[in-house]
């Protein structure tokens, strides 16, 4: 009888192999080109969390970032912070059509940033190809320009999924013909299933069959307005595509392309890469207030509500007992928010990011008595956790906010709410609930005052009818 003999190829096996969740890492696969940098970069609060957040994101395979050249103040800006950072990413810049820069103002504003390269694009729907021809021409001065800076240039097909043979075949040639180092296939529209990115792959490498060498390298945006964004990616990378686009957001916004840590979940990475990927995992969570679940089964959370050792059956408070207290200006220009827990009550201030919880309270409220005398129902009837919803971008519009600094309110009145908590163990309460495209208040008991004056009464996510007087 033979002793059992171990195979030395099975010892030494790599540990993702045993990660029968993950798909294996693709040997084209080279990184990731983030979206929404600057947004990210504006959520922090000092040069410290900043640093913390491109340590991170250089281990989770970011290796491009996206900036425009349209404020050239904000531009160069970050342009600072990666260069003190060094940050080993390069920097497109999203160049217009026609562009009135120079070769020496670009030189000036990148000066010290080593890697920068020019993004150029072109909109494939509705665009015959004598008319899309007359686009790649004017765009012939941008390529001599890039080529004058010495920075690789990036071709982006926006809107691939409506491309013809002949447009696919024309703008590989323009490609090729201008050494361009990157064409990006952009689906931004969700207009292309799994299937559908398989077939524009498969048809661009039968256009240029024996051209492999030096034919550009091939990205992939998806976008998410069906849910298909991460199906959609993983078909890419499968299919040949070198880079992919993902959002720097934590969640599945249908106008983003997917999250970077949803995406990089997906796939087996090396350990030092997962350990990068864990640490930004929970540099957003201290962003967004988000939860976000890891598939390492060692990686310990980042917070936990731990009883003390002298006693164990000590409770945390429980988010139940919270009570979110509102105290608002007649002209709703001061917004002063306290938070209730039991005996304890955690003053928050006044800040001007108050003001958007007070419109999700609002909001909530709104809806509540809208359903219950349209349906005539009763309270008890309607589910709290289908109300309060708002869409992000009709918010940011009410209050009178671009996407970028509407975020930025967001991370500060989330990242205040969760350092004030974590101080009575309360750290595991996410104030806001999201969804694709909306968010909503997650506390089940407020006060709103006006003045000195009770406007609205919510308790166990039920609206109460205000005494007279009160």
């Not at 939860?291 to 059956?313: E, F």
């Not at 671009?402 to 350092?419: D, M, T």
Request: aromatic content about 6%.
């Amino acid at each position: 009888m033979h002793a059992y003999s171990p195979d030395p190829a099975r010892i030494n096996a790599p540990p993702h192999l045993c990660d029968w969740n993950r798909l294996a890492l693709m040997p084209s696969f080279s990184g990731v080109v983030a979206h929404a940098f600057e947004a990210l970069v504006h959520s922090c609060s000092s040069q410290e969390e900043v640093t913390q957040g491109l340590n991170a994101m250089a281990q989770s395979r970011v290796t491009d970032v996206l900036l425009s050249l349209e404020q050239s103040a904000a531009s160069q800006e970050l342009l600072h912070l990666l260069q003190r950072h060094q940050a080993p990413v390069r920097i497109w810049f999203n160049l217009p059509t026609s562009p009135n820069w120079q070769a020496q103002q670009l030189l000036d504003l990148t000066a010290g940033h080593p890697h920068c390269g020019l993004n150029l694009q072109v909109d494939l729907a509705g665009c015959a190809v004598n008319q899309l021809h007359r686009e790649l021409e004017r765009l012939v001065s941008v390529c001599h320009l890039g080529r004058r800076l010495g920075w690789p240039l990036r071709l982006t097909l926006s809107r691939i999924a409506t491309a013809s043979q002949e447009q696919l075949q024309l703008c590989q040639s323009f490609a090729l013909q201008q050494q361009f180092a990157r064409l990006t296939l952009s689906d931004e529209a969700s207009q292309l299933t799994d299937l559908g990115v398989r077939n524009i792959f498969a048809a661009l490498r039968a256009l240029a069959p024996n051209r492999v060498n030096d034919a550009p390298q091939l990205e992939f945006l998806a976008g998410n307005a069906h849910g298909q964004g991460l199906a959609n990616v993983i078909a890419a990378l499968k299919s040949g595509a070198r880079y992919i686009h993902c959002s720097l957001a934590g969640c599945l916004e249908q106008d983003q392309p997917p999250p970077l840590v949803a995406v990089l979940e997906q796939f087996a990475l090396p350990a030092a890469q997962q350990a990068g990927l864990n640490r930004y995992r929970d540099f957003l969570s201290q962003r967004d207030g988000l939860a976000y679940r890891s598939l390492d089964a060692s990686a310990k959370p980042h917070h936990g509500l731990v009883a003390p050792a002298d006693n164990p059956s000590a409770a945390a408070p429980r988010s139940d007992n919270l009570r979110f207290v509102f105290r608002v200006s007649s002209d709703d220009w001061h917004v002063r928010l306290c938070i209730e827990v039991g005996d304890t009550e955690l003053d928050l201030g006044e800040r001007v990011h108050h003001y958007l919880l007070l419109l999700l309270a609002r909001e909530y409220c709104q809806q509540q008595q809208t359903l219950i005398q349209r349906q005539d129902l009763q309270p008890s009837e309607v589910d709290p956790l289908s109300l309060g919803w708002l869409e992000r971008e009709e918010l940011h519009r009410m209050i009178g906010d671009n996407e970028a600094q509407f975020n930025v309110k967001l991370c500060r009145a989330v990242k205040q709410i969760g350092h004030a908590l974590q101080s009575v163990g309360l750290d595991s309460f996410k104030p806001i609930s999201t969804r694709v495209g909306s968010i909503r208040l997650n506390a089940a008991n407020f006060l709103i005052f006006k003045d000195s004056k009770l406007q609205l009464e919510v308790r166990d996510w039920s609206q109460l009818p205000l005494e007279p007087g009160l």
